[in-house]
């Protein structure tokens, strides 16, 4: 699992939603979400749009696979 997934994992737990009702906005089962969820398969285009809209950020910065903030500097604890 990369930090896309860990960003995944961590907002959603952050807004107390679970992987059922991630999987419900999204129009797909859970047993296909959780797979997605740990990086095991691939999203689908229109469901890291919807995932972005749900959580209110862009899709880079969901799905993006460095640890950085928006102005480019990085997050804390992420080493060089």
């Not at 991630?22 to 285009?45: Q, S």
């Not at 950020?57 to 060089?80: A, W, Y």
């Amino acid at each position: 699992m990369d930090n896309r997934q860990w960003k995944l994992i961590r907002l959603r737990k952050e807004r107390g939603v679970t992987q059922q009702q991630i999987a419900k906005i999204l129009g797909i089962d859970v047993r296909i979400y959780i797979p997605r969820e740990h990086g095991e398969t691939p999203f689908k285009a229109d469901e890291m749009f919807e995932l972005s809209r749900f959580f209110d950020l862009p899709i880079e910065d969901i799905f993006s696979p460095r640890n950085s903030t928006k102005n480019g500097e990085k997050e804390k604890g992420e080493t060089v």
